[in-house]
Each structure stands twice: as structure tokens, then as C-alpha cells.
């Protein structure tokens, strides 16, 4: 009877974790690290040693993941809300954060684009850029709101334009900074040996779970992307629910613009966070949130932020060119896409209802 008891328990247990919005990210995750392990254990590795400056830096792959999953794991906050509250995705966030990331500059240089000190404060320069993102995508929100254009077609408009008024505002020149303290942002702070993004992004994260916790926008943004209808009857403004998406989506391009920008201390307009949204929106499918909008887990997102950068990190281990990096990471939309598809999982629902019915006889 005992062991019935607890046989039970673990089957309960391994249904549950199956089940479970993270399951897929965590499958994802687990295939990648046994896949290096034993391919290649120096994966890994992980190292102390000291930067240009002298300062104590951790380096090794695992490292770079952090680094650069802290980018994606931004976006992948805003482009969950988005993709909640519309039922599509924008596919201008790479453009975006080359506006913002000129803008930044444009502040820091004023009208010189080699100066010897900085024009204002970087913070204050931040502050501006995040507007400029935060009116973007103000501009999105409203063309998909008010004016119902599918959000992909909607963003499409910045995705072919962003870059240019990048250039543009900052006369087509690629403005330098050498002031040292812009580094610490897309670096590392002095005497901390872990990339600065990665702070950044905890930031963000516990910014997010806290207006999450303590607001209704996650309650609200799943309401209107279930049932527009409904959530009018209910007494809530489904288009500026998903303007204020897109707007907070804006606030997450002028933070990786921040970061993108500081890596180099400069800017060049066609490369800087290119196919970037391509990974942001394979996030929020990893995490196993519907495409199609609703309910939506903030957690999986930018934990599947970092998985695609694992996966990225692993592809470019084994010497795959930038330039097929797409095509596998299609592979992984594709397998996604099926896994989530209602017909696919009718058919797992009804293969576990067969398989109890058999336990039971």
C-alpha cells in the first residue's frame, strides 16, 4: 500500500513538472549543458583574471552567457508584455536600440563627436534616451491600438526607418566618448570581476516582479490579450493597456541601448543589436508563453532569455558563422511553434489520458 502511495506521488510529481510553464526552458537548458559536457567539459571553465585596467575579471563562457543574456532577458521583459497584450510582436527593438543608443551619444558629445569631456551627466543623458525609446514605442502602441494595424506590420515601419534616424541624428558621424566611466555600464565596475549587465538586468527584473506584485498591469495586459471584448465590459481601456506595453518595451531598448553603447564607447548604426529581436520574441516562446497573447510567465521569459544565449554561446563554441546562426535558431522556433500548436497538445492530453486509463486497468 506504501509503495502504491508513493508511486503515486512521483508519478503526481512528474505530471505536474511536465506540465509546468518552465519545463521546456529548464528540457532546453539540461540538453544544451549535457550536449557540452560532453563535447567539450572546458565549456565551463570559468577563470580570474585581470582586464586592460588592471582590475580583476571573471572570464570563460559561462561568463559571456551572463553578459550577454542580460541584454536579451531585458527585452525579453517588454516584448512578454507586448506579445501579452497584443497577440504579436515588435520586431523594431534592434532599430530601437540604435536610436536610443544614438541619442545617448548625441547628449554625451553635444555637437562634437570626439569630445574631451562629456556634454551633461551620463545619467541625464540616459534619462533622455529613455524617453526618446518610450515615445517609440508610444508610437507603436498607438498604431496598434487605435489604429488596429497587426503588431508586426505596425513595427515594421521603425524596423525599416530606425536605423537611419540613427545616423541621422547624430549627422551620420560615429561619435566617441573616452570617458572611462561610460565603460563601467557594458563592462565592469572596478574591483567586481561580473559584467555590469548582469546587475543591470537583476535590477530590471526585480523592478518588473515588483510593479508585477504590487500593480494590476500583469492582471490587466493577460485580460486584454485573452478577450479585448470582455475586458471592456469589464471596465478597462484595452488600447492603453497596450500602449503602456510598448512603452515599457521602449524603456527596455534605452537600458540595452545604454549597455550596447557602452560596450564600445561609440555606436555603429546597421550592426548594434542586430537580429536581437529575433531572440527576444524566441524567448518569450521558449518560456512557453502563447504567441497569440493571454496569460504570460514573466519568469520563464527571462529565464529562456538565457537559454538562447546558451544556445547561441554553444553554436559559436563549435565555430558556426554568424551568418547561419538564424537558420538554427529557426529550428528552434519551429520545434516551438509545434509543441504549443492546440492540435499537438490535444494529442499529448488524450496520450495521457490512455496511458492513466492503462495504469488503471
Not at 318 to 327: E, G, W
Request: aromatic share 8%; net charge positive.
Amino acid at each position: 500500500m506504501q509503495k502504491n502511495e508513493v508511486k503515486k506521488s512521483n508519478d503526481n510529481f512528474l505530471m505536474n513538472m511536465v506540465r509546468s510553464q518552465m519545463f521546456i526552458p529548464l528540457l532546453a537548458l539540461a540538453a544544451l549543458a549535457l550536449f557540452n559536457l560532453i563535447a567539450d567539459p572546458s565549456f565551463f571553465k570559468i577563470t580570474l583574471g585581470e582586464n586592460n585596467a588592471g582590475n580583476p575579471v571573471l572570464s570563460g563562457y559561462l561568463i559571456t552567457i551572463l553578459d550577454s543574456g542580460s541584454e536579451l532577458a531585458i527585452l525579453a521583459i517588454g516584448m512578454t508584455l507586448v506579445t501579452a497584450a497584443s497577440g504579436g510582436q515588435d520586431i523594431s527593438v534592434g532599430a530601437a536600440v540604435a536610436i536610443a543608443g544614438s541619442v545617448l551619444l548625441r547628449m554625451l558629445c553635444g555637437g562634437n563627436s570626439r569630445p574631451e569631456e562629456l556634454a551633461m551627466p551620463i545619467i541625464a543623458a540616459f534619462l533622455i534616451s529613455c524617453v526618446v525609446a518610450m515615445l517609440f514605442g508610444a508610437f507603436n502602441g498607438v498604431l496598434v491600438a487605435y489604429f488596429k494595424i497587426q503588431p508586426m506590420i505596425a513595427t515594421l515601419i521603425l524596423y525599416t526607418a530606425g536605423r537611419s534616424i540613427a545616423a541621422w541624428i547624430n549627422n551620420n558621424e560615429l561619435p566617441v566618448v573616452t570617458d572611462p566611466a561610460l565603460s563601467y555600464f557594458g563592462g565592469f565596475i572596478p574591483g567586481i570581476p561580473i559584467p555590469t549587465p548582469f546587475f543591470i538586468a537583476v535590477i530590471c527584473v526585480i523592478v518588473i516582479f515588483l510593479v508585477l506584485k504590487f500593480t494590476n498591469l500583469g492582471l490587466y495586459t493577460q485580460t486584454v490579450g485573452i478577450n479585448e471584448n470582455s475586458s471592456k465590459l469589464n471596465g478597462l481601456n484595452p488600447q492603453m493597456i497596450k500602449v503602456i506595453s510598448f512603452v515599457v518595451l521602449g524603456l527596455c531598448v534605452a537600458v540595452v541601448g545604454l549597455i550596447k553603447v557602452s560596450r564600445i564607447q561609440t555606436i555603429n548604426y546597421s550592426v548594434i543589436a542586430k537580429d536581437i529581436e529575433m531572440d527576444a520574441i524566441l524567448a518569450v516562446a521558449l518560456g512557453g508563453n502563447a504567441l497569440s497573447g493571454g496569460k504570460f510567465n514573466m519568469a520563464a521569459s527571462i529565464f529562456g532569455a538565457y537559454v538562447i544565449q546558451f544556445l547561441t554561446q554553444t553554436l559559436y563554441k563549435f565555430k558556426v558563422s554568424a551568418d547561419a546562426l538564424p537558420a538554427y535558431k529557426a529550428v528552434v522556433v519551429i520545434v516551438l511553434v509545434v509543441i504549443s500548436a492546440p492540435a499537438v497538445k490535444e494529442w499529448l492530453g488524450n496520450m495521457t489520458k490512455k496511458f492513466k486509463a492503462k495504469e488503471v486497468a
